[in-house]
């Protein structure tokens, strides 16, 4: 049992859901500590591809701007179905806490509405001052939109305060459900 965090110890873990707006702010925090995650899609043959990428939020909706004719890019544009997975870089499971995005991509065209929206979410500024590019227009690339269709949470600090560690969001205003789990084993 761990001394400074006996919570970590009990079993069976709590099986709480968390209330909705308490869970979209803990979400909503893991959004905001970090912009990077690691997007898994899948390659024609079926296998994934995972790779790391800067992200944008607009509520739960994120926004990122892929390579052109990148692997992620042709994925994107077979199966609109990704994964997003982002944790804050802390170790420990008491201070795990992150979030796994199930959603759909959509492509956006360089000087669409949407497209315009996006860039205004996106920091395009700080990447283009490292690579050196002008800072007077965005860079001209597709611009990929990822909403959410579920959203899986985790964060063991909830088992302190009787939630379950695992907690599912989805965007039709449901209640959260939560993810059995029990033994560290």
Wanted: net charge positive; with cysteine.
């Amino acid at each position: 049992m761990s001394v400074a965090h006996p919570w970590l110890a009990q079993e069976p873990w709590p099986t709480a859901p968390m209330p909705r707006e308490l869970l979209e702010q803990r979400i909503e925090r893991v959004l905001t500590m970090t912009n990077i995650g690691y997007l898994g899609t899948v390659r024609k043959d079926g296998s994934p591809i995972v790779s790391p990428l800067e992200f944008y939020a607009d509520g739960f909706t994120l926004y990122i701007f892929p390579q052109p004719n990148s692997p992620k890019i042709k994925a994107m544009r077979r199966d609109p179905r990704v994964s997003i997975a982002i944790a804050n870089p802390m170790a420990g499971w008491a201070c795990v806490m992150g979030c796994q995005i199930f959603g759909t991509a959509t492509l956006l065209d360089v000087g669409t509405a949407e497209w315009e929206h996006g860039m205004k979410v996106f920091k395009w500024q700080a990447s283009s001052t490292e690579l050196g590019r002008p800072l007077d227009r965005p860079p001209q690339g597709q611009l990929a939109r990822i909403e959410p269709e579920r959203i899986v949470f985790t964060e063991h600090l909830n088992r302190k305060y009787g939630y379950a560690p695992r907690q599912i969001w989805t965007p039709d205003g449901d209640s959260p459900k939560v993810v059995p789990g029990g033994n560290a084993q």
